[in-house]
């Protein structure tokens, strides 16, 4: 088949998602066509069956928000015209799943089918504000295939949207060769003296992933085991949590590691994984950690209960609840059997239930199934629901 892939290429599961995918599919024989405005971020090395098309945005003095969708659409439009696609995989429905749309419409000659994926604030945060709603859910109604990666989403979009479209769960994955167990002291010892125990946390820093919760947890955490923190990623409260490790005492024992690339080499010789947020819709982040066979003390809320189970391979406490996730990490780093324990079941879940040679299939099954539908409109006229948005 040929394929376009249609992600934001900046840090963020969808994007890690996106590209996995699209090098997985490469190697099955596919023929991948990343659209976007920058090279997906995990998008690494040179494939024969991959090549990358830039949508280049202009700006001009008028324009105070230059208008990407117009822009992403013009450049499908370019690339359907002289590929032919088979399908359009969007990640993230907006504004991915419009801009489509628009494509499609331009240039009723190349048909192309449409799937769109729903990665989480999409649905429960962007998308559900008033500005962007109707749209998107007329994206998600005209795309011919809708799939989500969990089965909270799936519930989600339908309550929030009551969408009448099928959606498909599709788990997130991870490619288990390449994040695995590591014994690396070097690399270890890089970062923590061998009487003290790793702990990590990696995210944006957006507000929803309560990063000065995991600094709190970690301070609670260290008060009993000797042990050291390091925060992978960047955004919006790095500030805070960074001045909020000083305010506890503990800011020599933090280290605030910025993005990085190779995420998964410092998973693999971590002891702990903190995921204290609000909402989350997979948590792609923890699975990397336990493919790495790094136990995960995370909140039981949105989709994480469908990736880490508590008491088996993590714990799960309730959001804010910082006592809780203190002890649970205190309690298992203090206990090497069930650290052990709980780590050998974190790996094994990954390989078992995520893994990207069992997922990547159900893709391609899934656009097999879309291509042979009579290529009708999606559905007819979308009625509004005004009272289901969130203002503001
Ligand atoms: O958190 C975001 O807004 C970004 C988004 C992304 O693009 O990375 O994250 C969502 O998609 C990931 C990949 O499917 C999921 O693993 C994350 O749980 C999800 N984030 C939220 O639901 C907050």
Redesign the pocket.
């Known amino acids: 088949m040929k394929i376009g892939i249609i992600c934001?290429p900046t840090l963020?599961?969808?994007?890690?998602?996106a590209a996995n995918l699209g090098l997985n599919l490469a190697c099955l024989g596919h023929d991948i066509h990343f659209i976007s405005y920058g090279i997906p971020f995990r998008l690494e090395g040179y494939h024969e069956r991959v090549r990358y098309h830039a949508v280049e945005v202009s700006s001009y003095p008028l324009f105070k928000y230059p208008p990407y969708d117009m822009a992403l659409a013009c450049k499908i439009m370019e690339v359907q015209e002289k590929e032919d696609l088979d399908i359009l995989h969007v990640h993230?429905a907006i504004p991915h799943a419009i801009s489509a749309y628009l494509a499609r419409q331009m240039l009723p000659d190349h048909p192309v089918k449409v799937v769109t994926t729903l990665?989480?604030?999409d649905i429960?945060?962007v998308g559900n504000e008033r500005s962007y709603f109707e749209a998107t859910r007329f994206g998600i109604e005209q795309s011919h295939g809708v799939t989500s990666?969990s089965q909270y989403l799936r519930n989600a979009t339908e309550s929030i949207f009551k969408t009448k479209r099928e959606i498909r769960v599709i788990p997130?994955f991870v490619n288990p060769d390449r994040l695995c167990p590591s014994n690396d002291p070097e690399l270890r010892r890089r970062y923590a003296r061998d009487d003290e125990k790793l702990i990590v946390h990696t995210s944006?820093f957006?507000p929803?992933k309560r990063v000065l919760d995991a600094v709190k947890i970690f301070a609670q955490i260290h008060e009993r085991v000797p042990s050291r923190f390091l925060l992978l990623g960047d955004g919006p409260d790095l500030p805070k949590a960074s001045n909020l490790a000083q305010e506890l005492g503990i800011a020599d024992q933090v280290v605030f590691l910025g993005q990085q690339s190779e995420v998964g080499r410092i998973l693999s010789v971590s002891d702990l994984f903190l995921l204290p947020?609000d909402?989350?819709?997979?948590?792609?982040?923890a699975l990397e950690a336990m493919s790495c066979g790094v136990p995960v003390i995370a909140t039981k809320t949105?989709?994480i209960p469908e990736v880490v189970s508590d008491e088996v391979d993590g714990f799960l406490c309730q959001v804010g609840d910082v006592d809780c996730m203190s002890q649970k990490g205190i309690s298992l780093l203090l206990d090497p059997t069930k650290h052990r324990d709980f780590s050998a079941r974190a790996r094994l879940k990954a390989t078992d239930q995520f893994n990207c040679r069992d997922i990547t299939p159900l893709y391609e099954a899934y656009y097999e199934e879309v291509l042979a539908q009579p290529s009708a409109p999606a559905t007819g006229p979308v009625s509004f629901i005004e009272s289901e948005c969130k203002s503001g």
């Not at 909402?279 to 982040?285: D, K």
């Open positions: 934001y963020g599961g969808s994007g890690a998602i993230y990665h989480g604030t429960t945060l990666v997130n944006n957006r929803v947020t909402t989350e819709s997979f948590g792609l982040a949105g989709g």
